[in-house]
């Protein structure tokens, strides 16, 4: 109930709601740390109260009214206020993105919540370096490769949040994610595009697949994997997917080999 007597019908914005959770992500961190401190306990990170504060922190992000709008609740949450970010207001964001990234890495049944999070969170391209930062990635391919032992939500909410943090990655000239994983990714990729998996996750793999294909470094790591060469050579023959993504499987495999022979011949840097 509210002060009033009334039933509580929660903030009155996105952002009222943002920032309610923000507050309480800090509060608990703060406990946590004092109960750390006392006695030596690292606390519960999947606490309920902290699965409660995930949820509403999507169900906020839902509200809004655009991808815009999203963006920017995203880096409301981690940044504070965009325009004068405050540095406790980065240590709550910074705090949100390392217990989600634990959440994720717990497994457990609210881990699809934390994915949905940092979903929402990825849509902001400075939000998504800091996701990166966290050491998110290799927890993703990590957990990808044993995909038979998910549940196929968490599978792919898991792909398409990598798909995600590769899309930003491109846009990056310096490519951190494709310089330290782009073997690792193309292997998600032939993996998820076999045909014992569940059609999503083969429409994101062979999005994965087009981004790869777009620089120099992952279209030299497709070149090098004969594995993804000999499963989109099978889905072509027996036309497992639609025509346009098969199409765009064909596109990208091309392009790879076009861009790895341009990048052998090449003496300059590669990007």
Not at 156 to 176: I, N, R, Y
Not at 187 to 209: E, G, T
Not at 241 to 260: E, G, H, P, Q, Y
Request: with cysteine.
């Amino acid at each position: 109930l509210g002060s009033d007597g009334l039933p509580d019908r929660g903030p009155a914005t996105p952002e009222d709601g943002i920032e309610e959770c923000m507050c309480a992500v800090m509060e608990l961190a703060q406990q946590q740390q004092e109960s750390a401190m006392s006695s030596g306990d690292q606390g519960d990170s999947t606490s309920p109260e902290l699965v409660l504060i995930v949820h509403r922190l999507n169900t906020c992000f839902l509200a809004a009214s655009s991808f815009l709008h999203a963006k920017e609740m995203s880096e409301r949450a981690v940044l504070g206020q965009v325009d004068a970010p405050s540095q406790s207001a980065t240590l709550a964001g910074c705090s949100l993105i390392s217990t989600l990234c634990s959440m994720v890495g717990s497994g457990e049944p609210h881990a699809i919540l934390a994915l949905h999070c940092l979903g929402f969170l990825t849509m902001s391209q400075t939000v998504s370096k800091l996701v990166c930062s966290a050491g998110l990635v290799p927890l993703l391919l990590g957990q990808l490769r044993i995909a038979s032992s998910m549940e196929p939500p968490l599978v792919e909410a898991a792909l398409s949040l990598l798909v995600m943090l590769m899309q930003v990655d491109v846009q990056d000239a310096m490519h951190p994610l494709l310089n330290r994983h782009a073997s690792s990714l193309v292997k998600v990729a032939a993996f998820f595009l076999q045909p014992d998996h569940q059609k999503q996750c083969a429409v994101l793999a062979a999005q994965l697949v087009e981004d790869l294909s777009s620089t120099y470094k992952g279209a030299i790591a497709i070149c090098a994997h004969a594995g993804l060469h000999c499963v989109v050579k099978d889905a072509l023959a027996q036309k497992r997917f639609s025509d346009s993504m098969c199409r765009k499987l064909a596109t990208s495999i091309k392009l790879a080999k076009l861009l790895s022979a341009a990048a052998a011949q090449s003496t300059g840097p590669q990007g």
